[in-house]
């Protein structure tokens, strides 16, 4: 099986990734797994165009809102860290590597230079649900400088969350199991009445003030639907999944509506593939889920451009499970019947499909393809890591890189995978 070369671009893919951006304001970069240096750095240089050449006005990551709001207050020279690495230490959570990463630092510190002679800065903003209780921390610490007395009364609502003392899993399955009081009731009214008051703290001090409202105002909707999150978890089928996905959308469409009262927004969206490519050409949809990509391509249709990652061998830098320290691991060549594997017999180290202007046959049937997320377990890789879609529904344009190379985390590995490359099995 082979693809035809008349849209597979080897030179000057980025050239190529613009010329099919055009003139969308919404434009999904993806990726193969979240420890692909090549994947970050490719992401990081087509964003760069798009900010200095079309206009984009912000970055919106598969990270979490309050963490990302620090970096931006620092790419906006707002905030007090005095450099990236400092700007990005709120990435805590596992996996830290995400986003506390070489290329990342390097991105940021590209964009705070840009922002300063810049007559329209960008900004950068996390769309993720899982920062809970640093996000009801945040709304609280905002409302002690705006209004003490709200401040009390969100201290107050966000004490039905003490007892399980920051495990939002334990809350989660406590009161999916009824065995303790939900807390939906109170993160509600918080949000309702930062809601009606936010434009009176908008007003307080100008532009960084009405960023600050919108933040505080994202922190408390991020709370409810981390409560509903951690709630459905625990619950069977594709819920906890959607309502993910969801938030992230609906925090993209509240990001661009802020933006677009200062100027047009255009918002480059970083994110793994398995959100960002739509997932009705997926067994993801065929099985209940919807994802990011395809709730984009619903609102805003030709406005809008997804472009995803593949690779066929190489290192990554994951995890062996949930939790465990970052470990720098060889990736074993792609399976028989994967685009992974269609991609690599093309025999070109790098190149760009586009897939709005050319849909070879190939890639409109359905293949394997494989998705690395933060853990990697190249023992049980069919099951672990592949799924079936059709790539050329899926996205509107492909980065293949043939071989890739482990992101570097700025806190190292924990371990380097020494198994050479040729006693892994062909297949499993």
Same mark, same amino acid.
């Given at each position: 099986?082979t693809?035809s070369?008349?849209?597979i671009e ?9 010329r099919l951006?055009?003139?969308a304001?919404v434009?999904?970069?993806g990726?193969a797994?979240h ?5 970050y ?7 760069? =165009?798009l900010i200095?050449?079309?206009?984009f006005t912000?970055?919106a ?5 309050p963490?990302a709001?620090?970096v931006?207050?620092y790419v906006?020279?707002?905030g ?7 700007a990005l ?5 596992f996996p830290s590597w995400?986003?506390r990463n ?5 991105f940021?510190?590209?964009l705070?230079?840009f922002?300063e002679?810049?007559a329209?800065?960008a900004?950068?903003? !996390?769309l993720?649900l899982y ?10 610490r905002?409302l002690?400088r ?16 003490d007892?399980?003392?920051r495990d939002?899993?334990?809350y989660?399955?406590a ?5 303790a009081?939900?807390c939906? *009731?109170?993160?509600i009214?918080?949000l ?13 001090? !100008?532009r960084?003030?009405d960023?600050d ?10 709370t409810?639907?981390a409560e509903?999150?951690y709630?459905?978890m625990?619950?069977a !089928?594709?819920s906890?999944?959607n309502?993910?996905d969801?938030?992230m /959308?609906d /925090?993209l469409?509240e990001?661009?509506g802020?933006l677009s009262?200062? +100027?047009r927004a255009k918002v480059?969206v970083?994110?793994?593939?398995s ?8 067994e993801m949809?065929r099985?209940g889920?919807h994802?990011v !990509?395809?709730?984009?391509r619903?609102?805003?249709g ?5 472009? +995803?990652?593949t ?8 995890a062996? *499970? ?6 720098l ?5 792609s ?9 690599h017999s093309?025999g070109?180290?790098r190149?760009?499909? *586009?897939?709005?202007?050319?849909r070879?046959?190939p890639l409109c049937t359905d293949?394997l ?6 853990i990697?377990r ?5 099951a672990?890591?592949?799924? =079936?879609?059709?790539?050329a529904?899926?996205f509107?344009?492909?980065i ?5 190379t482990?992101l570097?985390p700025l806190? +190292?590995?924990s =371990?380097?995978?020494?198994?050479p490359?040729?006693t892994?099995?062909?297949a499993?």
């Open positions: 099986m693809v070369l008349h849209r080897t030179a000057d893919v980025h050239r190529q990734v613009i951006v055009g003139d304001s434009v999904l970069l990726e797994s420890g692909t240096h090549e994947f750095r490719e992401r990081a240089e087509i964003t760069k =165009r200095s050449e079309n206009g912000a970055v990551i598969e990270g979490d809102w963490d709001y620090r931006n207050a906006r020279g707002w007090s860290d005095t450099t990236a690495e400092e230490s709120g990435f805590e959570r995400m986003w070489t290329v990342i630092v390097e940021v510190e590209w705070r230079d922002n002679t810049a329209s800065p900004g950068f903003y !996390g993720d920062s809970m209780y640093t996000s009801m921390e945040s709304v609280v905002y002690d705006v209004d003490p007395q709200a401040a009390d009364r969100a201290r107050r609502r966000y004490a039905c969350f007892w399980v003392r939002a899993q334990h989660g399955y009161a999916a199991m009824r065995a009081e939900s939906e *009731d109170d993160v009214r918080q309702i009445e930062l809601q009606r008051e936010a434009p009176l703290y908008a007003r307080l001090d !100008g960084v003030a960023e409202a919108f933040a505080a105002e994202q922190n408390a909707r991020l409810l639907n509903r999150y709630r459905t625990f619950n !089928g594709a906890s999944w309502l993910r969801t938030h /959308t /925090t469409v990001l661009i802020f009262r200062h +100027g480059a970083w994110a793994h593939n959100h960002l490519g739509d997932a009705r050409a997926t949809g099985r889920e994802n !990509g395809q709730l984009v619903e609102r805003w030709e406005a809008s451009r997804s472009i +995803g990652f690779t066929h061998t190489g290192t990554v830098t994951a062996s *499970d949930w939790g465990d320290p970052a470990e691991k060889r990736v074993r060549p399976l028989p019947g994967s685009v992974e594997r269609l991609f093309i070109s180290p190149f760009f499909v *586009d897939l709005r202007n050319d070879p046959q293949l393809e494989r998705a690395i997320g933060v990697y190249p023992q049980t890789e069919r672990s890591h592949y799924f =079936r879609s059709i790539v529904d899926q509107d344009g492909v293949h890189i043939d071989e890739t482990a570097e806190e +190292g590995w =371990r380097m995978d020494e198994e490359p040729e892994y099995p062909t499993l």
